[in-house]
């Protein structure tokens, strides 16, 4: 399966993948492309270090449309199959979910349906939750509202800070992407 995964920063979640797809963990696919919508990502250079081509799509003052369909079009060039969003902060429209049906994922790191949107580690604290997590789910046309695939929790501690917690969900997002990954591609999903 030819995956293309969507970045806007660190790209560590996009770098769990690319790793597990080029260890085998992930079985039957590729990595076909990283695009950003950020030239400055951090992540770029991590996915040039392995080897994966990179694009930058920039907004450049264009509607969500128009830069959405320069984005498919990269997708599509390159016949990609599953679409990865990894930190990528912008609400795709309609035309992309639709263009890829069943077949966009994104990670979020709490457990929907709660705290969707951003600054979810803030207001995690400030509600006094006990515990958080993430979650992989198929992306539909809302904010983080599409069909779960899986969760993962983790404690919230008292002396807990935005860093710190965030540290923690991070490590479980990186084996909760790839595990649903692989149930994708193995079509068990
Ligand atoms: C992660 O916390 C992910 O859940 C959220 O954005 C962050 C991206 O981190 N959607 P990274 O770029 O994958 O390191």
Not at 104 to 111: D, K, Q, R, T, Y
Request: hydrophobic content about 45%; proline content about 3%; some cysteine.
């Amino acid at each position: 399966m030819k995956i293309g995964i969507l970045i806007s920063g660190r790209g560590s979640n996009m770098v769990a993948l690319v790793d597990a797809v080029k260890s085998g963990e992930i079985l039957d696919s590729e990595v076909a492309v990283v695009i950003s919508d950020k030239a400055n990502a951090a992540g770029l250079e991590k996915a040039k270090d392995r080897g994966v081509e990179i694009v930058v799509v920039g907004r450049n003052r264009r509607s969500r449309e128009e830069h959405d369909a320069e984005i498919i079009a990269e997708l599509k060039k390159r016949e990609v199959e599953l679409v990865c969003l990894a930190g990528y902060m912008r609400l795709l429209s309609p035309g992309f979910v639709q263009a890829f049906p069943n077949r966009i994922v994104n990670i979020h790191p709490s457990l929907l349906p709660k705290y969707p949107g951003l600054e979810v580690h803030e207001r995690v604290l400030a509600a006094g939750e006990t515990v958080s997590g993430c979650t992989v789910h198929f992306v539909d046309e809302g904010l983080d509202s599409g069909a779960i695939i899986l969760q993962r929790e983790v404690p919230v501690n008292v002396d807990d800070t935005v860093e710190s917690l965030s540290a923690r969900v991070l490590e479980q997002e990186h084996g909760a992407y790839v595990e649903a990954v692989k149930r994708i591609v193995s079509g068990r999903l």
